[in-house]
């Protein structure tokens, strides 16, 4: 009897942090909509080749490196994981290339590969079952891969020579002639090596050229590209553009935790949680903005409700203010301050009355060695990833795209439905 295998979305990227992550949240949002009315136990999700990485624990609880967006995509919506090890088939590190390279030159080059594309495989055959969706993310940019011939597209092939339905998407960034640039040489490839891409999402598009960017590019690729490159494509058309989903500012912010987590990788940032006990569930709200509050009078009007304030360890009157400030923009307004960070920790002096009404409170609030100065331009150095536990952010890329994602939802159907 012939395997049926779920229809199955590889969503690749013209380069890093592109958006493939946002974008696989986005459509397992989108399919758990009302509109489309799939449960989360119906969503499977991959990464077959992985980057980065964190160290988690495999299905029989031994601690193994598991590609972070893995961790993130299955923490944050819920989907099953049965071990990392499945979800995370094989992770390509920096240091094994060389490594690689010198094995494969003097052995066989088809043979790791093949062990590599064997576990790709076995990883999706398990990811798979019971599932009427699975979500592939690709890794990097298309290439990346290709030392060890599992690039993006040889793992596509790899799914659809199984006889797996797959749409492939192609993640771009929101611009005009840097977008068709970009796009380019990725498409042509993917012809090459024989890899059809089944449609294009334009991501990160500011709000205010949203239409702009979509008037010149469906003009370049409906009238412009089939005459000159068509023949090159198999369709003789380019892949139609499924979206243009929005440039969403705040996922960009950190929130607390996240500012904590990275403090707390710092030791001589001697970095102390003062409040909430329950730090990691209450300090997930967005920091809109970083304020440094000097023992001046007349702040308060400069703050904002989600603003994080930064102020000395010994200015009590102001941090009690700033208690008293968050209480107020809650009742007002519904929401207070994002968090309190406490500077110059080492120079003392949090009176012992300060330090319990912070305790009792819910304002997240840490202490650091750090002066305000070298506070604020580490935060503005972060390089600011969505995490396992940020359901601000996993709702607002919901609402991203289920405004703009309009044209797939049909596309994948017609597509699917013509192979049967
Ligand atoms: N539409 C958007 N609006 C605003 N920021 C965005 C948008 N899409 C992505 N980003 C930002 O870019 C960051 C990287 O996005 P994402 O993790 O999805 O990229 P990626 O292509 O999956 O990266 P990697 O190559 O590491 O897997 C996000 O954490 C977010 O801060
Ligand atoms: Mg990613």
């Known amino acids: ?108 080059p088809l043979a790791g590969r093949q062990a590599f594309l064997e576990r790709i495989r076995e990883a999706y055959e398990y990811v798979c079952q019971g599932k009427r969706i699975v979500i592939v993310e690709g890794t990097g940019q298309p290439g990346v891969g290709s030392v060890a011939g599992i690039s993006n597209a040889d793992v596509i092939n790899l799914l659809r020579d199984m006889g797996v339905p797959v749409f492939v998407i192609m993640v771009a960034r929101g611009g005009i002639g840097s977008t068709i640039d970009q796009i380019f040489p990725y498409l042509m490839a993917a012809e090459h090596m024989g890899t059809r891409i089944d449609g294009i999402i334009i991501n990160g598009v500011f709000g205010s050229k949203i239409d702009k960017i979509q008037h010149y590019l469906d003009a370049y690729y409906q009238h412009i590209f089939p005459p000159i490159y068509g023949h090159y494509v198999r369709s003789g058309t380019p892949p139609p553009i499924l979206g243009y989903v929005p440039l969403v500012p705040e996922l960009g912010l950190p929130t607390m935790r996240l500012i904590a987590e990275y403090f707390a990788g710092k030791r001589d940032a001697a970095m102390e949680i003062i409040a909430p006990e329950d730090f990691e569930t209450k300090a997930c709200g967005l920091v809109r903005d970083i304020k440094v509050l000097s023992l001046d009078f007349g702040y308060e009007q400069l703050l904002n409700p989600g603003d994080a304030v930064i102020i000395g360890v010994n200015a009590n009157d102001a941090i009690l203010a700033m208690l008293l400030l968050h209480e107020r923009m809650e009742r007002r307004y519904g929401t207070g301050l994002s968090g309190m960070i406490l500077s110059c920790k080492q120079v003392g002096g949090l009176a012992r009355q300060i330090r319990e009404l912070i305790e009792r409170g819910d304002l997240p609030t840490i202490t650091l060695n750090y002066d305000s100065a070298d506070i604020v331009s580490r935060i503005e150095g972060l390089n600011i990833k969505i995490q396992p536990y940020d359901v601000n952010k996993r709702q607002l890329i919901a609402d991203a795209f289920s405004h703009s994602l309009t044209l797939w939802p049909e596309l994948q159907k017609a597509r699917f439905a013509a192979k049967a």
């Open 1 to 108: 009897m012939a395997t049926s295998y779920p229809q199955t979305i590889f969503v690749l990227g013209t380069d890093r942090d592109i958006g493939k992550t946002v974008t696989s949240i986005g459509i397992i949002c989108k399919l758990m909509s009302d509109e489309l009315g799939y449960s989360v136990h119906d969503i499977g999700y991959i990464k077959p080749v992985g980057q980065e990485t964190l160290t988690v624990m495999d299905g029989h609880g031994v601690p193994i490196e598991a590609d972070k967006d893995a961790v993130l995509i299955t923490s944050l919506m819920g989907i099953d994981c049965h071990g990392y090890e499945k979800v995370s088939p094989v992770v390509w590190q920096s240091g094994v290339t060389a490594e690689f390279i010198d094995e494969a030159s003097q052995g066989d």
